[in-house]
Each structure stands twice: as C-alpha cells, then as structure tokens.
C-alpha cells in the first residue's frame, strides 16, 4: 500500500507539472501568434496589392501622385491663410536691394527674425541704397518682380509670386528625383513607400517656407535636386539624345547653383568631376567630347564665380576663422598663434564670439586690426588645417551638428497680422524637420554611416566599360557627389568663419545628407523586401 501511494503522489506530481508546462506552451503560442497576426496580416495585404498592381505600377506613376501631393502641400503652404514664410534678417539686404525690392515702412527692426513679410515696395528710398550685386538668385528675383508688375502694376511686389516661380520649377524636380529612386524597384508596395517617404522629407514645411524669402536655400535646394535628378538618369542605358539632354540639363542645374553664391562657386570642381566620370558611360567620340567640354565650362563657369562673386563673409567672419575654428580646436591656442605669427597673449580670444550677449570683444576693435587680423588670410588657415587634420575633422563634427536642422531657428513662419508669437513657427508637416532636430544622429560618425552604406549597397556591379550595366557605376558615383558638396561646403565654411555662422552657410550640408538618407533608405527597402 506504501509503494502504492508514493505512486500515486509521483503520477499525480508529473501530470501536475506537464499540465502547467502545457498551459505555459499554449499561452507562449497565443503570444507568439498575437505578434506574428499583424506581421502576417500586412504580408498577405502587400502580395494582394502587388498582385492586383501587377503589369500597372510605374515610377512614373509614383512620381507623379508623389509630385502633385507636394503641389498641393505647397499650394496649402503658401497661398492660402495664414500664409507661411520665412522670417528675413540682415543678410537678405543684398539681394533685395540688388532686385528692386525694399520693405515698405522704415521701422523694420521688430519683424527681424521674428515676422514673415508678404509685401514690398518696388519704389526705391532715399534711405535704401541701389547695388550692382548680380547672382542667379537676383535673376530670379527680377523675373518675380516683373511678372508682379505684368499682372498687378501696384508698385507693390507680393513674394508670393516668387514662391510661385520656385514652385514651378521644384513640382518636376521633385518628380525626376522621386523617380530615379523608383526606378531601381519592380513592385508597388515598395515605390509606394518610398514615395511617401520621399514627400515626408522634400515637401517638408522647413523646405519649402523658404520659397516666400529672400534667402538663396530656395534656389540651393531646387538646383540641387535637379543636379541629382539629371546625374541619375544616366543609369538608364537610354537612347544618346536622352543622354545628351540630359547632360546638358545637369550643367544648368549646376551653373545656377555655382552662381547663386560665391562660396558655392567651389564645387564646381566636383559636378566637373562627375562630367569626366560619364566619358565611360557611352563610347562614341562624340560623347566624350562633349563631356570634356561640360566640365572644361562648369570648371570655368566655377572660376569666374570664385573672381567675380562675394563670398559672403566679412571681417567679423575673419575674426571668427580664428576664435571659433583654429583657437577653438586647437589643444594649445598659444602655440597655434605662434605658427601664424601672432603674439600669444591672444590665446584670450579662444571661444570667444562676436555674436555673444555681451561679446568680450568684437571684430570692429581696432586693437585687432594690428597684430592679429592682419597676420593670417584665409589661405593661411586652410593651410593650418591640413597640418593639424585632427582639429579639421572635429570642426566637421560641429558643422554636421549645426547645420543637420533645415530649419533658421531664429526664424518665424508667420505674418505678423496673424496673431502668433514672435519667432513662431508652423508644425504642419514637419514630420521629417522635427524628427532632425530633436531624433536624427547629429554627428560625423553618422555622415560616415551614410558614407559607408553607400559604397557597400552600390560597389556590386561598380564598372567603368560605357556596355557594362550602369546602374550601380552612377549611383555610387552621383552619391559620392553629394557627399563631397557636403564636405566643401563645411569645409569653406569652416575656413571662412570656423564655427561660428554655420547655420547661415551650410544649408547645402544639411540637404545633402537627406538626399543621401534618402537613396540609402530606398535601396535597402529594394534590396531587403521589407515592404
């Protein structure tokens, strides 16, 4: 009977164990089915759609829909209440006056930064001032103001009419860039993505608010996209007249944007890189003449600009090259004052910024201009980076850190009449804007992510034979253009000013590398079957 019992109690035991191991595996199975149902569920939605899309889907197709919802989005922007823009500074001065354009009280000082400007007078002042400053931005300023006088005759410019002209020429530069990365993809469910992916980031609210200002990232911006757009077509082993429009196409994009500032005329040497890059992607003489020529004219277009363009920095930039990029890196600032000459009780300056509340000291001092400003130019300085590259590559970390924003974040979006606080600005889809600037990585080790994703989704099938597939030869190619615009840019702007004025030069910066995240996200959705 003992024996019996302990039987029992054992037999009792081991099902009680393996009842609840079973209860525990049927509820590890519920679980694991709650959260495989949404993933299934969305696999089984994606075969349907590409099914149901099959033989229909084109890039073209996605371009367009992604193109006419970024018209839309621009139309809602711009040119219905409130109408947003974004607020001036002193720095628009220039190209206002240079296009006839002047603001129509005197008293301007408390819409600085803080209120977008709708309307201007067309009627110059005795206290404005003419200027014989010219750039492709000022051209297109002119264009606006005529076509406001064609069509109103008030003497009164709306900047609405530029944003007008802006748009014209974004709405099919967006459509190229959309479909260039459609192009790579055969199914909807993922050109679909990158469509939407594509209207998050370059219909954004911090892009195209700059259409109603006087700042060049208008123009910047637009160019940029078409001299990626028209460098990419190459991919397709089209018919020559194709490939010539195209080239010739890509050499506006880029003339424009060389000359919509005088330190944008550096990378020239780049997009003429580029040109002689395409001598391989067809082998008729022809061909190769005339990509020679293409970059023999941007390298000279590049030229005149860097002779005849001011730069845009001034004295008080000069001053900054050195407080806030050589001194400011340098591990001992006394001994950095040395290699230029410089007395070293100047070591005092080190981190110091005329645009500080209350600034120890400013470039006007003329206590500077004897024995320090005039002992270094740029050139000097430039020359100082590339014995200490290590002071350079961190000053590139602070221009990837301030310029990742699209955003002046000194700026407002609104008119002072529609009620908001100074400096304001719209959250109406800024979904990408918002996610850079309080998510986004921020530093050099993330361009050298980008950097590196690139060489590795594109080296496959890299050939310079004009018969090979070309596909993954230009865009390895156009993308290391972009990432090498992004470099110039930081780094003129870090021998012209060091830290200092990042965010007002380095727009280039910030928009390259969304075209770079752009294309790197597309391929990996093409390449990765995720969606």
């Not at 990365?181 to 195209?208: H, P, Q, T, W």
């Amino acid at each position: 009977m003992l024996f019996s019992g302990n039987y029992v109690r054992k037999y009792v035991f081991r099902r009680r164990i393996e009842l609840e191991q079973g209860k525990n595996e049927s509820k590890a199975a519920k679980k694991l089915n709650i959260a495989l149902f949404i993933p299934r569920k969305l696999g089984q939605f994606k075969r349907f759609v590409n099914r149901s899309m099959e033989g229909k889907y084109s890039a073209g197709l996605i371009a367009f829909t992604t193109a006419a919802a970024a018209m839309l989005l621009l139309i809602l922007m711009l040119f219905v209440p409130n109408y947003l823009g974004v607020a001036g500074d002193e720095t628009v001065g220039q190209v206002m006056n240079a296009s006839g354009v002047y603001y129509t009280s005197s008293e301007i000082s408390d819409v600085y930064n803080n209120y977008f400007v709708r309307t201007y007078s067309n009627i110059l002042r005795d206290s404005d001032a003419g200027t014989d400053y010219f750039n492709s931005q000022v051209a297109l300023v002119r264009i606006a103001v005529f076509l406001d006088n064609l069509f109103t005759g008030d003497k009164i410019f709306d900047i609405r009419f530029l944003a007008l002209l802006y748009g014209f020429f974004y709405v099919p530069a967006l459509y190229l860039l959309i479909k260039q990365a459609c192009n790579r993809v055969k199914n909807f469910s993922e050109g679909f993505i990158i469509g939407v992916v594509g209207l998050l980031m370059f219909a954004d609210v911090a892009y195209l608010t700059y259409f109603n200002s006087f700042y060049p990232e208008a123009l910047q911006f637009v160019c940029l996209m078409y001299c990626v757009a028209f460098g990419l077509s190459f991919q397709d082993n089209g018919s020559s007249l194709k490939d010539f429009g195209c080239l010739f196409a890509f050499m506006a994009a880029a003339g424009a944007l060389l000359s919509v500032r005088g330190e944008c005329a550096f990378l020239g040497i780049v997009f003429a890189v580029f040109c002689l890059k395409l001598l391989f992607a067809r082998k008729h003489w022809m061909w190769r003449v005339i990509c020679v020529m293409a970059a023999f004219m941007l390298s000279f277009i590049s030229i005149v600009c860097m002779i005849n363009m001011e730069v845009g920095y001034d004295e008080k930039s000069k001053f900054h090259a050195m407080t806030r990029g050589v001194l400011f890196e340098a591990g001992n600032p006394r001994r950095a004052l040395e290699e230029f000459g410089i007395d070293g009780s100047y070591e005092l300056l080190a981190d110091v910024s005329a645009y500080d509340a209350i600034p120890f000291v400013t470039s006007e001092d003329e206590s500077l201009k004897d024995g320090f400003l005039d002992r270094y130019t740029q050139m000097d300085i430039a020359a100082y980076y590339v014995r200490h590259p290590g002071s350079f590559i961190n000053l590139l970390d602070s221009a990837i850190k301030a310029c990742y924003g699209i955003r002046k974040d000194y700026c407002g979006n609104y008119e002072q009449s529609a009620g908001f606080p100074p400096g304001a600005k719209s959250i109406f889809w800024g979904v990408w804007s918002t996610f850079k600037s309080r998510s986004a990585p921020r530093t050099i080790g993330y361009f050298g992510v980008l950097i590196a994703a690139v060489i590795m989704l594109f080296r496959k099938g890299y050939s310079l034979r004009p018969d090979e597939d070309r596909r993954s030869t230009v865009f390895l190619d156009m993308m290391m253009v972009i990432a090498a615009v992004c470099i110039l840019q930081a780094g003129s702007t870090i021998i012209y000013s060091g830290d200092a004025e990042m965010i007002q030069h380095g727009f280039l910066i910030s928009c390259g590398m969304d075209i770079i995240t752009y294309f790197v996200f597309a391929e990996l959705v093409h390449k990765m079957k995720i969606f």
